[in-house]
């Protein structure tokens, strides 16, 4: 498999998935923007179906696998809202789905997963290699292996985001996009860089999910400790083989966010715009927010990319 | 001044308050509709202006004003979103604005209010008498008092709400609206009417709040003690004189709701739709999904009137 991904990639991907994924609106907030210095443009991908980005790659994924492969089903490992949109995708063309999920996954998650009528099998995650539970239920009973990133169709899928985003806010300066194994930003940047070369694409992780900022200095793919952030999607401890080359490529930099930073973004979203967004959704705003971004920015593209979030987890903000 | 509102003078205020009006995205949800077992369309006045539909009647009221009379300024008196939008309506044409605010109304109201550069006085919402210290602060100053509803002005602003609803969706079985003093229900009402003339008209009180229920069983205007509900945008104790008979000619039917069938709506916005809703908003997404409706319903446009709530109440859901 070709692991270059080209424009065409994603925009055939666009149409690939455009009966199951539902366009998403951009939301502005003058008191957003009165706080943050910058006109903000959010990429609403919390409304999006499943409640994130995921359904884009998951959905391309599974419409790509080949008719004599695909009843077989498929399996797919993810803290959450990965598994929603393999759940989601599989149902939309009656294959069995299974998805390996840690058992500290918010409860919103899990439950959601299994409503969308898959099999849902936890693991510890501090213990636990989910790859290689998804791997040998793959081996066992000829179910495809759905990953949760690090995959041309995957990555494909998630640019049709960016895609969508430049389509209604033509002329930004920049887009700001959270990085757990990099799908989401490596499809985007893609995408965003053909339809306007002169954009700058800057990547927000956990403090304690730098994995890609320290694979970016270091110039190859560095692991970390599992990371312990609220932002529950963007654990990701080594970006991807797939995803690192894009990322070195097009990303200018990496802006870190504190759990504290990401929860005063997310009392911002919900107090002043009226939305819900995850923590790992919210490290976008968030370093808008705390003025993190490079000087000179005016017409700023951030993508919320979730909006699965327990309440009770909303009781502690 | 003649209390006859047209459908021409709701389409007057449309063009009169554009500029400062944000046409709002109507909502829908698969999970939502599995639930309620019927198709639901919310029109999300949470993200209006000033977080509630207010903005629409504050803004037409407020560019009706003759202009000799403009520059003495406006009061207005509000348990919250009537007063930040005559705020904003008045700061965007530079006048004076005073508001007059129950000492217990949310925080994040108050605080908004006076953001918006308006004088606010509070006053003890078990004794005083809201109207007639506005009354009299407009008789001192010469400035133009706004009722919170009770006005033709008014009921034709709030009308452009279902002026904007049926352009996006044209073709709704019934609409759904919450009512306070009646000033939305009215002018959406008038809209909605003209527009289609089918349409059924229904209208969501809270449980203790049901002065316009009683007053339509009674045949006139009846008084109700000062409600307690969680839909303090809700406690109106009576009916609007020029309210009142539009209520009677168009409104169909009046469905109590309970603070906890709030409360569940509420979580059910945020959790599902991602959204956040003040109470008085989620009484008509209440009614919808405790099954409240009249048989036969199809599609259903239920108005979600605002989202200014604190984080605080929404951490005791």
């Given at each position: 498999m070709n692991a270059d991904i080209s424009f065409q990639d994603i925009q055939r991907a666009a149409e690939r998935i455009q009966a199951i994924v539902r366009p998403t609106p951009v939301?502005?907030?003058r008191s957003f923007d009165a706080v943050a210095g910058v006109s903000a443009f959010f990429k609403c991908e919390n409304f999006q179906r499943g409640g994130a980005f995921k359904i884009r790659g998951a959905s391309n994924f599974v419409y790509s696998i080949p008719k004599e492969q695909l009843g077989r089903?498929?399996?797919g490992y993810s803290s959450g809202n990965h598994a929603q949109a393999v759940a989601i995708a599989a149902a939309s063309v009656g294959i069995p789905a299974t998805l390996v999920m840690p058992e500290?996954?918010?409860k919103s998650k899990l439950e959601a997963t299994r409503g969308y009528g898959a099999r849902v099998i936890t693991y510890d995650r501090m213990s636990g290699n989910r790859e290689a539970i998804g791997r040998k239920i793959s081996e066992e009973t000829g179910a495809t292996l759905?990953?949760?990133?690090d995959h041309?169709?995957?990555?494909a899928g998630q640019g049709t985001a960016a895609l969508e985003f430049l389509s209604e806010v033509p002329d930004l300066d920049a887009l700001v996009i959270p990085i757990g194994g990099g799908g989401l930003i490596s499809g985007c940047a893609i995408a965003a860089k053909a339809l306007r070369p002169s954009i700058r694409i800057l990547g927000v992780e956990p403090e304690d999910g730098n994995d890609t900022l320290l694979s970016l200095r270091a110039g190859a793919?560095?692991?970390?400790p599992m990371p312990q952030s609220i932002a529950d999607g963007l654990r990701a401890t080594k970006p991807g083989a797939i995803t690192f080359p894009i990322v070195q490529k097009y990303v200018e930099d990496i802006i870190l966010v504190s759990d504290r930073e990401i929860r005063d973004a997310m009392k911002f979203l919900m107090t002043r715009l009226k939305i819900v967004v995850e923590p790992s959704g919210a490290v976008t705003a968030a370093a808008l927010q705390c003025h993190?971004?490079?000087?000179g920015l005016k017409r700023v593209g951030a993508i919320l990319s979730g909006?699965?979030?327990?309440l009770e987890f909303l009781q502690t903000l």
């Open positions: 939301m502005t907030s089903g498929v399996v500290d996954a918010p759905i990953p949760p990133f041309p169709w995957i990555i793919r560095t692991e970390i993190k971004l490079p000087a909006g699965n979030v327990d």
